[in-house]
């Protein structure tokens, strides 16, 4: 999520053909000669081996931060960097999410090398994953996958830390009650920042209040599941052995239909991807209803972000559910 435009996303773009791929320009001089330096004594730390970075390749696709390939004597890395002051612990978050999905060996996730800061500028380096070609049963196992992972459950909503949905904070509070925890970390905080900004009226914000006293009858009750938090087409890339590798997670614990909701909020998946996924960890019946509900939240989100349609969306959804 984010709404940047740079010469380096434009020509990126025009060079390559997504997300994560490698455009045909050296944007090393965007990487100034300190930082390359304490990059290469980074991933030589980590990996015991001298390291030499040969060249540096912009990545396009990305909305937030600058992302790059570094190509090294030793293999390539993935490297992502930012303003530190202006996305404090950010990318330590997502270090943390991009773990926390890992341990539950489902997905393939890209192991994180080193997270830090350097000349008030943030940086994570990761293993660089290369783009494979997606297999027959792709979204088939994508689902299952995915299901799988929800069934890693807490009592709690939330998680014991915040982090960042696009480029906003995420708040992250741990609530017991599902209902509650939506409210009042997903759409309040939210709203509270749109009103702010300006992007929304008071008739729009007494509709939500009318939409709380409802969601207790409207929202299934279930465990809190190990979301990724942020589930759109932009966010999985496909693992050279042709399987869904995970990346930019939103992490935390809570309702699994704001995972499915979120995948089908951009046109959705396969539909492979959704009988495979119910196959394995049947949703609750009525989920398709749902969907716009929790949707309020990643489209609230993209209400601060870029403002525009999107409001009209969420004008949309309360009226037919208030």
Avoid at 265 to 273: A, C, K, P, Q, T
Wanted: proline share 2%; aromatic share 14%.
């Amino acid at each position: 999520m984010g709404n940047w435009i740079t010469i380096e996303r434009i020509i990126s773009d025009y060079f390559s053909g997504g997300k994560y791929q490698l455009s045909k320009f050296n944007f090393a001089m965007l990487l100034n000669e300190n930082l390359k330096t304490y990059l290469e004594n980074c991933l030589s730390q980590q990996i015991s081996v001298p390291v030499n970075i040969r060249e540096i390749l912009a990545i396009g696709g990305g909305s937030i931060n600058y992302a790059y390939c570094l190509n090294t004597n030793a293999g390539k890395f993935f490297a992502k960097i930012n303003n530190a002051s202006k996305f404090p612990e950010m990318f330590t978050a997502e270090a943390r999410g991009l773990e926390l999905l890992a341990e539950t060996n489902t997905f393939n996730i890209p192991n994180v090398i080193k997270v830090g800061d350097f000349e008030n500028v943030s940086f994570i380096l990761m293993e660089f994953i290369e783009a494979g070609k997606c297999v027959k049963n792709f979204f088939a196992d994508f689902g299952s996958k995915l299901a799988t992972l929800h069934q890693h459950t807490n009592i709690y909503f939330g998680l014991n830390h915040d982090n960042y949905i696009g480029s906003l904070k995420q708040s992250n509070i741990q609530q017991k009650n599902g209902v509650m925890f939506f409210i009042h970390e997903r759409l309040q905080v939210q709203i509270a920042l749109a009103e702010q900004n300006r992007m929304i009226d008071s008739s729009t914000i007494e509709q939500f209040e009318k939409l709380y006293g409802k969601l207790e009858t409207i929202l299934p009750k279930e465990k809190s599941s190990l979301l990724h938090g942020d589930l759109w087409s932009g966010n999985f890339m496909t693992s050279p052995g042709g399987k869904a590798c995970l990346v930019d997670p939103a992490v935390y614990y809570g309702n699994r239909e704001a995972d499915i909701a979120m995948s089908k909020l951009f046109g959705g998946f396969d539909n492979d991807f959704y009988e495979s996924y119910n196959a394995t960890f049947p949703l609750i019946k009525g989920w398709e209803q749902r969907i716009d509900v929790w949707n309020l939240y990643p489209l609230l989100v993209h209400v601060n972000l870029f403002g525009g349609g999107y409001v009209a969306q969420v004008k949309s959804i309360l009226k037919r559910f208030c």
